[in-house]
């Protein structure tokens, strides 16, 4: 591949789980080199059900294109060869609790003191200090704290949303925040700097943006309106379903022309933006009998031609093979020698210069040890310690 927009940066990443490995592949979409510094067991997303010649799904999807290196981080050997790799290093990634790197002797301060161009990234669940920074900060539990949970349910029956998104929210954010810090250093004197990504603050300036109606003229009163959620009710068909959305009157008169019901649209409960997005189920509720005797392509048709924001409900196997994902590049395919054809979601934007996206698999557990450390037992499964 042509080098990526980040080609030359190198990352020491000590994190595990989600937050930080996939901040750090990100960075290595870009054409950064990241380098794992792990230890047998650090990391469980590597056990992770399916596993394919020891290789995690789960993990080759979230750590492709790196390298890893396996270190006993508690020994003053591996101690020191953490510390020769952060000598040559722009940024190093870490998520555990306050206190734990500290301990190891890989702080801020401790590292600044050995490359001070060096951008320093912790990702934390309740803030680097505080009344909360102990606290355990699983995906769940910040779902829990941020307030959206009633609001994907409902006031009696919270739901969480099943999957990790604070998480991957919060690699999102560390991703931007390492861009702005590279940015920083280059117009700055290169100097480096220590950047804290709360991920309660980030799960909550994503999920709340929409949900701040009485939360953000602090002197003002208003009445109090539940966000409609209606606007996200599906329509079935013969053989599926279909979702879209109806904001003006205009589409609602389109809407409800193609389904042979011009009518409908005069109705008053249809008769603004914001009551059609209330009474969308209402409107949903009127047409059932027509949609539902159409196929989905047929409905799908119908509303393009008459220019209404529709999709069809998939499940993952169909999108993978729709044609939306195909022409947005969604996945590519990478062919290794050893596992095969390994299918990766893309990253999602292209250069006009650079390349970016997968440039290779998951590394197995101290694949490069041999590589960046001269230590014997390079891509040994079983190895222990570098």
Known sequence: MKPGPCSGLRVIDMSALISGPYCSQILADLGAEVIRVETPGSDVIRHVDPIHRDMSAYFEQVNRGKKSVSIDVKSEQGREQVRALVRNADIFLENSRPGVMEKLGFGYEDLKALNSKLIYVSVCGFGADGPHKDRAA???VVQGVVGFMPLQGTPGAPQAIHTVIADKITAIWAANSVMAALLDKERNGEVGQKVVVNMVAAYAAFMLLENMDHHTFRDAEFPVVDRPVGMFSTLDTRDGRVIGMILQPKQCLQFCTALGVPDLALDPRFGDAMSIVRNTPLLYKEVAPIVSAMSTQDFLALMSKHSVPFGPVNDIATFMQSEEALHAGAYTELEDGEYGAIRHL?????????????????????????????????????????
């Open 138 to 140: 699983y995906d769940p």
């Open 346 to 386: 893309n990253f999602p934007a292209s250069f006009s210069r650079s390349a970016v996206g997968p440039r290779g698999r998951a590394p197995r557990l101290g694949e490069h040890n041999a590589e960046l450390l001269g230590s014997p037992g390079a891509g040994d499964k079983d190895s222990q310690i570098g």
